[in-house]
């Protein structure tokens, strides 16, 4: 099969991705094989790619990238009852769990410190075929395509934990600062719930997106030029704009007693406790989690914006989102 290798991290520029014929994957009893019908690409596939979080990530060389991962099973092993060849199938960023932990025992798998990272810790998504864990499978909804699907395995369940995080109702005004793969799927989930939603972010585009997703308004952050918001507007806030100055807006913006939901990893600064602000970080969500997204999206109450690409691009792909050209969500098509 095709896959786009990773052999050893670089500057995108330099175009690290080698398109490669490797061997196509085999399932053990409880795996299943995806032949790959679409793959979303994420910033965090970029840092991977560029060597930033060396030397622990990845976990080995060569590795395949690509996380949020749709196709059609073409085998399965001989454990597996509840997928057969044929089935149309999802893969989010958690591969598998250790399943007797804490956290997966509390349906907070995505905690577990035993699991494993689909094109991180495993061969992921940039390829023709992958070999997944049958259990963290998810069977794909009939009237969504691949290319529509394939986001909603990584912004999506990004999105909708981040929101149920923020615990908004109806009434209640959040920022959504980063209108990106994840924020535009945000700025849907949160509409959801009632509440009055904002975009915060420079790119004129993104700003569109924003209103085009049900954004009451967008804005500029302080400082950039053009409208802003006031201090302490807000009755939360979510962040997934990858800078330290968009958390400290996010704590401009919010009154107090309000909460700042953040899915980037960033400097939260002096946190005035006066002010009682609640802050809390958010990676993914649960497998019940994942099935409710898939149901949002089967119902027309979530899409994804995407722009596709050959698999033979995922360089240039992942250069596009590097300059910020990337209009929401990059789609690697095979």
Known sequence: MKAALLVQAGPIETKPLQLREVADPTPSATQIVIKVGACGVCRSNLHMVEGDWLPNTPASFPIIPGHEVVGTVSAVGSAVTHLAVGDRVGVQPIWKTCGV?????????????????????????????????????????????????????????????????????????????????????????????????YAVTRSAEHQAVAEELGAVKSFNPQGSGGSNVSDNAMDAAIVFAPSDASVAEAMRIVKPGGRIVLGVAQNVGLLDIGD??????????????????????????????????????????LALLKAGKVRARAVLVP
């Open 276 to 317: 009682e602000r609640t802050v809390v970080g958010s990676v993914l969500g649960n497998r019940q989690q994942m099935r409710e997204v898939l149901n949002l999206a089967a119902a027309g109450k979530l899409r994804s914006v995407h722009a596709d690409f050959p698999l033979a691009e995922a360089n240039e792909a």
């Open 101 to 197: 932990c804490e956290y997966c025992f509390s349906g907070r798998e995505q905690l577990c410190r035993q699991r494993q990272i689909t094109g991180e810790t495993l061969d992921g998504g940039y390829a023709e075929y992958m070999l997944a864990e049958s259990a963290y499978a998810y069977p794909l909804p009939d009237n969504l395509s691949f290319e529509e699907a394939a986001p909603l395995f990584c912004p999506g369940i990004t999105a909708y934990g981040s929101v149920s995080k923020a615990h908004l109702t109806p009434g209640q005004k959040v920022a959504v600062l980063g209108v990106g793969g994840v924020g535009h799927m945000v700025i849907q989930m949160a509409a959801l719930t009632g509440a009055d939603v």
